[in-house]
Antibody, heavy 119, light 107 residues
Framework: QVQLQESGPGLVKPSQTLSLTCTVS??????????WSWIRQHPRKGLEWIGY???????FYNPSLKSRVTISDGTSKNQFFLKMTSVTAADTAVYYC???????????WGQGTLVIVSS | EIVMTQSPATLSMSPGERVTLSCRAS??????LAWYQQKPGQAPRLLIK???TRAAGISARLSGSGSGTEFTLTISSLQSEDFAVYYC?????????FGQGTKLEIK
């Protein structure tokens, strides 16, 4: 059973860089036809897809966040990463990582990690 | 991007009742539509994919229908564990997008 787990600082100062890691159990990020996404949820609000890194290392980002976001898989077979620069209070949210395939929904999801942007 | 619109925002229902939630896409998504359930403090849980196929372990009381731009999720007889927030999501075109959610609350 594939499981995902987010980790990273829960508090980031305004203008700094938010960095999160998603650790995948029982699967490899390079597994064919899988896409590894970051999704966030502002407090008491809906869900916003941030971007993905694919099994081949290609990336695609939400146009609304593209200028500030980098998603990568690095050299680890079972981790992928989110970096978001120049954060503001508007980036305070629960951040989830999730897996999908081509033409498929997100499943499974990690449990989520709350990131607060505050000085 | 494709805009997903859910209605209503909130539904107040009683256990045992039948309920239908609606989701509309701003352009056709075929049947590439999923429904998720989210409870407080938890990640969304996949309920329905392909507009009408229940995910593994999902009760037969839940059913999805629709194609193109109009979709519904029906719960035939509400039980206590069904009271939650429900999101639809299209996966026909990146960026994949979600509806704003329907909160199903106990009347």
């Amino acid at each position: 059973q594939v499981q995902l787990q987010e980790s990273g600082p829960g508090l980031v100062k305004p203008s700094q860089t938010l960095s999160l890691t998603c650790t995948v159990s029982n699967a490899y990020v390079s597994s064919n036809d899988y896409y590894w996404s970051w999704i966030r949820q502002h407090p008491r609000k809906g869900l916003e897809w941030i971007g993905y890194v694919s099994y081949s290392g290609s990336t695609f980002y939400n146009p609304s966040l593209k200028s500030r976001v980098t998603i990568s898989d690095g050299t680890s077979k079972n981790q992928f990463f989110l970096k978001m620069t120049s954060v503001t209070a508007a980036d305070t949210a629960v951040y989830y990582c999730a897996r999908s395939r081509s033409w498929s929904p997100f499943d499974p999801w990690g449990q989520g990690t709350l990131v607060i942007v505050s000085s | 991007e494709i805009v997903m619109t859910q209605s209503p925002a909130t539904l107040s229902m009683s256990p045992g009742e039948r309920v239908t939630l609606s989701c509309r896409a701003s352009q056709s998504v075929g049947n590439n539509l999923a429904w998720y359930q989210q409870k407080p403090g938890q990640a969304p849980r996949l309920l329905i994919k392909g507009a009408s196929t229940r995910a593994a372990g999902i009760s037969a009381r839940l059913s999805g229908s629709g194609s193109g731009t109009e979709f519904t999720l029906t719960i035939s007889s509400l039980q206590s564990e069904d009271f939650a927030v429900y999101y639809c999501q299209q996966y026909n075109n990146w960026p994949y997008t979600f509806g704003q959610g329907t909160k199903l609350e106990i009347k």
